[in-house]
């Protein structure tokens, strides 16, 4: 199965700030990843779908970018409800994999 | 609107069987599309189960590949998860999800905690 690693595991910013996470893929993914965001409590939320297609009613500050292994969602300027889980996802090959997840605190 | 609504116990016995189902409303089954479910055990990450076509046809993940088993009802627009021989570590919040060809899982249900205990 393809493993997802995702880096760092937490990403400590202030309001305002850009933030970087990365994905890296075992193997090739070609395009088929996804990002998501989980607040506690809540379900996921598909942020991205193909590596940089914004999900429906997702604000264009954020954005994903990548092919093939490695990929990077950002959050041009973190907005106070952007501190959460973020989760990358590939549906490239059965059985579909997530990465392990990248918290995004109040610094 | 796609919605999905998660049915089932939140309690479940060692050894027993998880039951869970998803009625969809706002789309039909019948017209494609896969439907999945995926848990999380408290405090960890998301596992993907397995998905389901409105043919039958499903996919696995291999690590519970023996002990589950999916299925959809279109006449109800519902699909179905059975994961059998329960134990504390299927303890997790579970999701039902539309899995859609073009990228990514969306919607996705409300999720409730099922505990495995006696």
């Known amino acids: 199965e393809i493993v997802l690693t995702q880096s760092p595991d937490t990403l400590s910013l202030s309001p305002g700030e850009r933030a970087t996470l990365s994905c890296r893929a075992s193997?090739?993914?070609?395009?088929?990843l996804a990002w998501y965001q989980q607040k506690p409590g809540q379900a996921p939320r598909l942020l991205i779908y193909d590596a940089s297609n914004r999900a429906t009613g997702i604000p264009a500050r954020f954005s994903g970018s990548g092919s093939g292994t490695d990929f990077t969602l950002t959050i041009s300027s973190l907005e106070p409800e952007d501190f959460a889980v973020y989760y990358c996802?590939?549906?490239?090959?059965?059985?579909?994999?997530f990465g392990q997840g990248t918290k995004v605190e109040i610094k | 609107q796609v919605q999905l609504q998660k049915s089932g116990p939140g309690l479940v016995k060692p050894s027993e069987t998880l039951s869970l189902t998803c009625s969809v409303s706002?789309?039909?089954?019948?017209?494609?599309?896969?439907w999945g479910w995926i848990r999380q055990p408290p405090g960890k990450g998301l596992e993907w189960i397995g998905s389901i076509y409105q043919s039958g046809k499903t996919f696995y993940n291999p690590s519970l590949e023996s002990r589950v088993a999916m299925s959809v009802d279109t006449s109800k627009n519902q699909f179905s998860l059975n994961l059998t021989s329960v134990t504390a570590a299927d303890t997790a919040v579970y999701y039902c999800v539309r899995d859609r060809p073009n990228g990514g899982f969306d919607p996705w249900g409300q999720g409730t905690l099922v505990t495995v205990s006696s």
């Open positions: 706002g789309y039909s089954i019948s017209n494609g599309y896969y």
């Open positions: 193997q090739s993914v070609s395009s088929y």
């Open positions: 996802q590939q549906r490239r090959l059965w059985p579909r994999t």
